[in-house]
T-cell receptor
Framework: AQRVTQPEKLLSVFKGAPVELKCNYS??????LFWYVQYSRQRLQLLLR??SRESIKGFTADLNKGETSFHLKKPFAQEEDSAMYYC?????????????FGTGTQLKVEL | ETGVTQSPTHLIKTRGQQVTLRCSSQ?????VSWYQQALGQGPQFIFQ???????GRGNFPPRFSGLQFPNYSSELNVNALELDDSALYLC??????????????FGPGTRLLVL
């Protein structure tokens, strides 16, 4: 069965410092991986997906199949980055496409 | 483009009651997925609907059921409510593709409290 692990419940950094939110997964296949973000009082929204290889709001994430990781990184944290971040793995099952989420990491950017 | 909407926003029920939650998918999307998010946890997949049929189910008992309508909107029904059903229920819509990488767009959720 697939599993997504986010080891940190809370990550606190200072503004301008680098950020790395960790995500490890277990899945016996080729994973499709996503990062979703939830800002205060807003809905869950897609931040980025690994197949796009995009950089969104300065965030990047590289899929490392050897380490089964998909860590989210940003070189310089901004106050507006404070939010809840969820790593998710997508699997196409025999009956549909489901997302498996980690438990999330609360990022707090301090001034 | 209209995003995913859910109703109601909040709901209070008592144990043993039944509840129906509603979701309107984003324009152009034909697939709806439902998730349960307990406090402090990530969302957990309940089931998915495509072309008005259940198309994948997570580890939830049969008292969790759903419907999808021809306009792709959807309902989640929960019978015989238990205290542990208290959670945020999220609906997500997507446009079905042949692979696993379709992006799901989430609604604001319905917060259910079971007393």
């Amino acid at each position: 069965a697939q599993r997504v692990t986010q080891p940190e419940k809370l990550l606190s950094v200072f503004k301008g410092a680098p950020v790395e939110l960790k995500c490890n997964y277990s899945y016996s296949g080729s994973p499709e991986l996503f990062w979703y973000v939830q800002y205060s009082r807003q809905r869950l929204q897609l931040l980025l997906r690994h197949i796009s290889r995009e950089s969104i709001k300065g965030f990047t994430a590289d899929l490392n199949k050897g380490e089964t990781s998909f860590h989210l990184k940003k070189p310089f944290a901004q106050e507006e980055d404070s939010a809840m971040y969820y790593c998710a793995l997508s699997k196409l099952t025999g009956g549909g496409n489901k997302l498996t989420f980690g438990t999330g990491t609360q990022l707090k950017v301090e001034l | 483009e209209t995003g995913v909407t859910q109703s109601p926003t909040h709901l209070i029920k008592t144990r043993g009651q039944q509840v129906t939650l509603r979701c309107s998918s984003q324009s152009g999307h034909n697939t709806v997925s439902w998730y349960q998010q307990a406090l402090g946890q990530g969302p957990q997949f309940i089931f998915q609907y495509y072309r008005e049929e259940e198309n994948g189910r997570g580890n939830f008992p049969p008292r969790f059921s759903g419907l999808q309508f021809p306009n792709y909107s959807s309902e989640l029904n929960v019978n015989a409510l238990e205290l542990d059903d208290s959670a945020l229920y999220l609906c997500a819509s997507s446009s079905r593709t042949s692979g696993a990488g379709e992006t799901q767009y989430f609604g604001p959720g319905t917060r259910l409290l079971v007393l």
